[in-house]
């Protein structure tokens, strides 16, 4: 049964509850149904999910996963919302609603536990309607934190998506382009203009689903090395690659040419026209 509550309704849930909408946690919450269906079917839930959900709010998401979904871990930073979750979800028996930050969450240890106690749950997925200010490091963690999860469907400002799904040589292609597409592959679920959410935020959202690869798109000598180029190589936008990577493992201009070249790059591109096969030789050559 949905749960989803329109403008009106959702002001009056919030001020009955003495609760404001706080802008620094990102508090823009949805009131468009067909968008929470997309969302849901965008990400595929099934019985045998155990969803993790980022920032419930008062829950409009949360009870349509719950529709579907073995189990929902649903983690709130905000600790005034939590007493409307515990109404807005009453009865709901495959909901927990956890009080933290998901930047500190032990996110492994919560599907581990879960797994523990419901022997059914086979697959994890995280879904979200993300606080837009804290989008980039929230992404980063869940893909640095090695979790055990298929996939992981989040709405976040367009801008954003775009530099995520852009392509080599695009102005929107950057170092987290590069990250997200090495550890997944990304399906765009839905456009949200800004009239879909009480309050109104400034910009425009879109969903995307990012399924994690089971095999990586390039086999790396050195992760670490590979990430510490692309941040060098994107750091001054403006300058060549030649000039990003002198000093790179104090390397001189010249031995970063004459490297450069000897992989058949022209060390006066610019990084941002590298695509990722040509980040992995370059950081395959420095990790030797
Ligand atoms: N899911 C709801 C919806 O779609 O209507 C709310 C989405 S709202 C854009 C983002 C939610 O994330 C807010 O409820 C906010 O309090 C919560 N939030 C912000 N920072 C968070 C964090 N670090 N950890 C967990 N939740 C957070």
Do not use: W
């Not at 030649?242 to 992989?263: F, P, V």
């Amino acid at each position: 049964m949905s749960r989803s509550f329109n403008e009106k309704q959702i002001k009056q849930i919030m001020s009955m509850n003495n609760a404001g909408f706080s802008k620094k946690l990102g508090q823009n919450f949805l009131t468009d149904f067909g968008v929470i269906e997309d969302i849901v079917f965008g990400a595929g839930v099934t019985e045998a999910d155990h969803v993790i959900e980022i920032g419930p709010g008062i829950g409009v998401l949360t009870s349509e996963i719950a529709e579907y979904a073995g189990l929902v871990t649903a983690v709130e930073i905000d600790k005034k919302l939590i007493p409307i979750l515990k109404q807005t979800l009453v009865g709901l028996e495959n909901v927990e609603i956890l009080n933290d930050d998901i930047l500190k969450t032990d996110i492994n240890k919560l599907i581990n536990e879960a797994k523990g106690k419901n022997p059914g749950l086979k697959n994890v997925k995280i879904i979200g309607n993300l606080p837009y200010y804290i989008t980039t490091p929230i992404i980063m963690k869940l893909l640095e934190s090695n979790l055990p999860a298929e996939s992981i469907t989040i709405m976040m400002q367009k801008e954003v998506a775009d530099r995520l799904t852009a392509e080599a040589g695009k102005k929107a292609y950057g170092a987290i382009t590069l990250a997200v597409q090495y550890y997944c592959t990304i399906e765009t679920i839905v456009q949200v203009p800004a009239d879909c959410f009480v309050p109104k935020p400034k910009v425009d959202s879109t969903v995307l689903r990012l399924d994690i690869r089971k095999e990586k798109p390039v086999d790396l000598v050195d992760e670490t090395v590979f990430f510490e180029i692309i941040k060098a190589a994107f750091g001054q936008r403006r300058k060549t690659l030649l000039n990003c990577l002198t000093g790179y493992k104090e390397l001189s201009k010249e031995a970063t040419s004459e490297l450069l070249s000897g992989l058949g790059i022209d060390p006066v591109r610019r990084g941002e026209t590298l695509t990722i096969e040509e980040y992995a030789v370059i950081a395959n050559e420095l990790a030797k």
